[in-house]
């Protein structure tokens, strides 16, 4: 059955108003359920969770279906879905936890700078896995010399933030379990992408951001709750002390906490399907992969033989994500100039600190970002196309 572009765009309010949406790397729109249950919550009364009143019941009851929703996206346990304000913040928290001066850490020059920088100010020993400029891809061969005894954390993406690689996480998994470490994985670019399989990744932790995938600005962590119960964070000495509460700082935002929860049972409900929120999560999300890729194909390809254009990367399997230069434009002028054409991409090293580095283009203003989601149809990727032939 084709993706119903159709139906899954009109959800979307904010793409009526005739731009190209290629920036959903950067941040998704969000859908009408979304917004609904946001306002819905607001509208309703709520309160601090644990109270003896109806309205911190729901914000306890809110606190509960977003763990559950959490979980079924990414094939994780509630009781393990560590909630917070971004990626970012959460990773800087746990960071602390896992590692410190003594152990050793390995990073991969791939990774968005969220997962990397948090890791190296730990003072743990840092040891880099590299990244082939040309193709893009992480070559798995190279952490068998990077792991050893002392290794606390093998911190990874699942997918690039601007090549759109996804590296092979389970073979890098299974060298890192093998030596006693931990696998710490960014989801934040890989989730809206497709089907997510945290234990199949061999995730110890997965990193995700609701953003990224329709939802509000909220970032979420999820572990084996078995596993959380061996860490102490640094926490208040009067908040809970259970898990994974006590990964968590301070107060939720409760109704945006339904938001996320609106948005996963969105993704679930983009094709029909049946089975459990989980099942119908893995069949929707297949079919989204699979009208990114279809379009991402148009998109690549056209860029691919543009003269002008130099396209960064060639990963084998990869997400919808595409990072090119024009010859004798800036990135942000390219940016600029799509703008004024109606098409939002973004420019700049994109936060792959990194990355941009190893392509040797970050002190040139790195290069520009076109990315699809589910919701991008051919006219957005004409647009693009379009635009950057004037260009010239
Ligand atoms: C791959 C990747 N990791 C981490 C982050 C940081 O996420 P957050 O904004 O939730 O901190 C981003 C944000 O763009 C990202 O693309």
């Known amino acids: 059955m084709p993706f119903p572009i159709k139906e899954v765009r009109a959800t979307y309010p904010a793409l009526s108003d005739g731009f190209a949406y290629l ?7 969000t859908p009408r359920p979304v917004i609904d249950a946001i306002a819905t919550a607001y509208r309703t009364g709520i309160g601090n969770v644990g109270g003896a009143f109806p309205a911190s019941h729901r914000s306890d009851a809110i606190v509960a279906a977003c763990r559950a929703a959490v979980a079924d996206l990414v094939g994780g346990h509630p009781d393990g879905v560590i909630l917070g304000q971004n990626m970012t913040t959460l990773t800087y928290r746990l960071s602390r936890a896992l590692a410190g001066p003594g152990d050793e850490v390995v990073l991969s020059r791939l990774d968005h700078d969220a997962n990397v920088r948090p890791w190296t100010q730990t003072g743990a020993t840092v040891r880099w896995a590299e990244v082939d400029p040309v193709t893009g891809e992480l070559p798995v061969e190279q952490y068998a010399g990077l792991i050893n005894e002392r290794t606390k954390v093998v911190a990874v993406t699942a997918a690039s933030n601007i090549l759109g690689t996804r590296p092979d996480v389970p073979a890098i998994a299974e060298l890192a379990h093998r030596a006693g470490a931990l696998m710490y994985v960014d989801g934040v670019h890989a989730t809206p992408h497709g089907p997510v399989d945290m234990r199949a990744l061999g995730a110890d932790f997965y990193a995700t951001s609701a953003y990224k995938w329709s939802g509000p600005h909220i970032g979420a962590v999820i572990a084996d ?16 002390d259970t898990v994974p509460h006590r990964f968590e700082t301070g107060t939720l935002p409760f109704a945006d906490l339904d938001g996320v929860t609106a948005a996963v049972d969105h993704l679930a ?46 990963p084998a399997r990869r997400t919808a994500t595409a990072y090119f230069n024009v010859v004798g434009h800036a990135p942000r002028q390219v940016a600029e100039h799509l703008a004024r054409l109606g098409v939002n991409v973004w420019s700049g090293h994109s936060y792959a600190w990194e990355l941009t580095g190893a392509l040797g283009i970050r002190d040139t203003g790195s290069a520009v970002r076109a990315g699809l989601v589910h919701y991008n149809d051919r006219s957005d990727v004409d647009r693009l196309l379009e635009g950057v032939a004037r260009l010239a």
């Open 23 to 29: 920036d959903g790397a950067a941040g998704t729109q």
């Open 225 to 240: 709750p078995a596993l959380l119960e061996t860490i102490a964070p640094d926490k208040l000495a009067s908040s809970p």
């Open 269 to 314: 409900a983009m094709v029909p399907g049946t089975g459990n929120r989980r099942e119908r999560l893995l069949t929707s999300m297949a079919a989204a992969e699979e009208h990114e890729l279809a379009l991402f194909s148009v998109l690549v390809e056209g860029l691919e033989t543009m003269p002008h254009v130099t396209v960064y990367g060639k």
